[in-house]
């Protein structure tokens, strides 16, 4: 709280700096805030000078309600006033960074990286790209990673996720991603099972595995990630125990679809390295895993079909709709693998991202409408969906259907026998569900409040 706001001006420096005490009455805390706003439109970057005085040299206290004036105000400041004063606005950016480059509590970095992207210049990509460097050295990714420190783990992620909006704007992959995948990934099993880490990781390799742009990277990331998939695609059972249907191996499915999809997206850029006896061993794992997918499929369309659209709304059947957009995606990607050869061509909205509707076309009964009226109605066709038989083929052998195989067919024993009573497998898809679970920049739990 505060107790009182003083300006002091000093002519030459032309600055004002801010004295802010503390206070416990709620309405001297509003004449301060419309003290401070009235300030902020007289001198936009004095005002700013004397709060981040406060944030970067003041007491913990003054620091706290410093940070939350910004937050609480910022959001209708910087369109009115910011936008208009681009020397303001680089001050504001400038304090910005020196606050994420020294020690940050999690509350004060989320408030920074909601505010700078409301930013005019932050459309300039060398912004982007040097805002994108200060999170990268606020998260270590030039320290060793320590798989068993989960404050050092939550703060990795925090800051990933919050850089991802920097790396979809244009800025550079290249150092998050080859820590994740050459530091992060092989020592996996090491990191705590609390708090989905394990899949939050995986989860922000893939969205960044999609924009790669320098390729001399995929090299080292392709090969940890087909690596740890064949961890998560185990072999099919030589022998299974009738009499005990938990005893086959317990399939993490929403690990599974981050690393197919991480797969994809590098392989992409490097063809060649799926071939030959690492292609037929990938695709041994693959038909075993589709067919187990396809059975857990099938039992999370049977629990769905029967709930009402209100009841799925709650948590414990929303996860089971976000499972079956999981196994999907699975199916998805697996059929990608099995063309000869492989063309990574098939495109996939991951599980946990939020899709956005796509601009409606004209309706078949418009078009037509729309067709008659000009003299030119046409009848509507479609065309088969096909797949290639080789990359060798061409001229007439290129529109033959490839032959009828059915990989995904329920094997024999106990996945064909009693499926209402199955258990259904696949811890990845267990509790929160397609959340992004901990992290995310709210640092809630061990570390939360304090400085890293």
Same mark, same amino acid.
């Given at each position: 709280?505060?107790s ?10 032309n ?6 005490f503390l206070?416990?009455?709620?309405s001297e ?6 003290a ?6 007289l001198?936009?970057?004095g ?5 981040f005085?406060?944030?970067l040299?003041?007491?913990e ?40 480059s ?11 990286m ?30 060793d ?20 909006? $920097? ?7 290249v150092?998050p991603l ?22 939050n ?6 969205e960044m ?15 940890p ?9 185990p ?17 993490q499915f929403?690990?599974a ?17 799926l ?7 990938l695709?041994q ?16 369309k ?9 009841q799925l ?29 492989p063309?990574?061509k ?36 479609i ?10 083929a ?14 995904y067919?329920?094997?024999g ?15 990845g $898809?267990?509790?929160r ?9 709210n ?5 939360w409040?304090?400085?890293?």
């Open positions: 709280a505060y009182a706001a003083t300006m002091r001006s000093n002519r030459e420096k600055q004002e700096k801010i004295r802010i206070l416990e009455d709620d805390l509003r004449v301060v805030r419309e401070l706003i009235s300030l902020f439109k001198s936009a970057k005002t700013l000078s004397g709060v005085s406060q944030i040299s003041g007491e206290n003054a620091r706290e309600q410093a940070v939350k004036f910004l937050k609480t105000t910022m959001p209708q400041l910087i369109p009115q006033f910011l936008q208009k004063n681009e020397e303001a606005e680089m001050f504001f950016l400038s304090e910005a960074k020196k606050v994420l020294n020690e940050v509590a999690g509350q004060e970095f989320d408030v920074f909601n505010l700078i992207p409301t930013l005019k210049i932050f459309r300039k990509p060398e912004v982007v790209q040097d805002l994108a460097e200060v999170v990268a050295k606020q998260a270590g990714l030039t320290e990673f320590q798989p068993g420190e989960g404050d050092h783990i939550h703060k990795l992620i925090a800051c990933l996720k919050a850089a991802l909006p $920097l790396y979809q704007r244009g800025a550079s992959v150092t080859l820590y994740l995948c050459t530091s992060v990934l092989p020592a996996l099993d090491k990191i705590p099972e609390e708090g989905e880490m394990r899949l990781l995986l989860r922000l390799t893939a595995s999609c924009l790669v742009v320098d390729k001399s990277i995929v090299d080292e990331c392709v090969v990630i087909y690596d740890l998939l064949l961890v998560y695609c072999a099919a059972p030589e022998t299974v125990d009738e009499e005990k249907p938990g005893s086959g191996p317990n399939l929403s690990f679809e981050c690393l197919l999809y991480s797969l994809q997206q590098f392989s992409s850029h490097l063809p060649d390295f071939s030959g006896e690492r292609l037929k061993v695709r794992r693959l038909q075993y895993f589709a067919r187990c997918c396809q059975l857990y499929t099938t039992q999370l049977a629990a769905i079909r029967v709930k009402t659209a209100e709304k709650k948590p414990e059947n929303h996860v089971k709709v976000v499972a079956l957009k999981t196994t999907s995606n699975i199916g998805v990607l697996i059929k990608d693998f099995f063309r000869t050869p063309t990574y098939v495109t996939v909205t991951p599980s946990w991202i939020a899709k956005t509707p796509p601009v409606k076309a004209p309706t078949a009964r418009v078009a037509s409408a729309a067709a008659a009226a000009n003299g030119k109605a046409t009848k509507r066709s065309s088969p969906i096909q797949f290639e038989k080789s990359s060798e061409n001229g007439a052998a290129k529109k033959k259907a490839r032959p009828s195989t059915d990989l067919a329920p094997p024993g106990r996945f064909s026998k009693d499926i209402g009573d199955a258990p259904i497998q696949g811890a $898809l267990r509790g569900g397609g959340r992004r679970g901990r992290g995310g920049g640092f809630r739990g061990r570390g409040g304090r400085r890293w």
